[in-house]
């Protein structure tokens, strides 16, 4: 089981470069220098400055970043396919399509189907470099499927079954088919603090806070740029 764990988790923070790579351009020390003086494209000015006060890049990561989206999205915005895509090539074994479409819609804020350069570059300066509270606030979004500010049982089960399914081998033959219900029922022991079926974005803070598994967690993508 803790291998399994391992190189599912190795799994993910490949993901993470390979996501940055493919849709944003490399970040990586050892080339940043070259990239920063090819930077020909710039994003509008005052744009740039409106997301360098928002956000937690630079002004020079952020025409980085910028130059890397359009070299990848010309059209200057990225569909729900393309995460798709880019979990299938990294989960194989599973079906990563269901899980895609629920982080693509926690990228996509104001939800009209197709993440923008300021859609992505806001919730990945949370993902990358925002505080423990910023994080927690995003992944309490990624689980309230429907937005209305809570997470039922049915959508944390939703976002467990994706999991599952997306990890495929590496999960189904250690684990129990009815493994998601029972990770949902202990969430929500845990976390359902007024026992009324549903968890609010306090109760979810507080608990998250209170676990140190999830709080190492928080940590995978610190270091990836």
């Not at 493994?179 to 979810?204: C, L, S, W």
Request: proline fraction near 2%; include cysteine; glycine fraction near 4%.
């Amino acid at each position: 089981m803790s291998g399994c764990r391992k190189r599912c988790k190795r799994e993910i923070l490949k993901f993470a470069q390979y996501l940055l790579r493919l849709i944003t351009g490399s970040l990586h020390a050892d080339i940043v220098e070259d990239e920063m003086e090819m930077a020909t494209v710039r994003h509008r000015p005052e744009a740039l400055e409106l997301l360098e006060a928002q956000s937690k890049f630079t002004k020079k990561e952020l025409q980085i970043l910028y130059r890397g989206f359009k070299n990848e999205c010309p059209s200057g915005v990225v569909n729900e396919e393309t995460f798709k895509e880019i979990y299938s090539q990294f989960f194989p074994q599973g079906d990563s399509t269901t899980y895609a479409h629920f982080l693509f819609n926690a990228f996509d804020t104001d939800h009209n189907g197709s993440v923008s350069f300021e859609d992505f570059v806001m919730g990945l300066s949370i993902l990358l470099r925002g505080t423990v509270q910023e994080k927690l606030n995003w992944a309490f979004n990624l689980y309230d499927i429907n937005k209305d500010g809570y997470i039922t049982k049915e959508e944390m089960l939703d976002i467990m079954k994706a999991i599952y399914d997306m990890m495929g081998k590496c999960t189904y033959p250690v684990l129990k088919e009815d493994a998601p219900r029972q990770h949902v029922e202990t969430f929500f022991q845990k976390m359902d603090k007024n026992k009324d079926g549903v968890v609010t974005i306090d109760e979810f803070i507080e608990s998250c806070q209170k676990d140190e598994n999830i709080m190492r967690s928080m940590q995978l993508f610190e270091n990836v740029i």
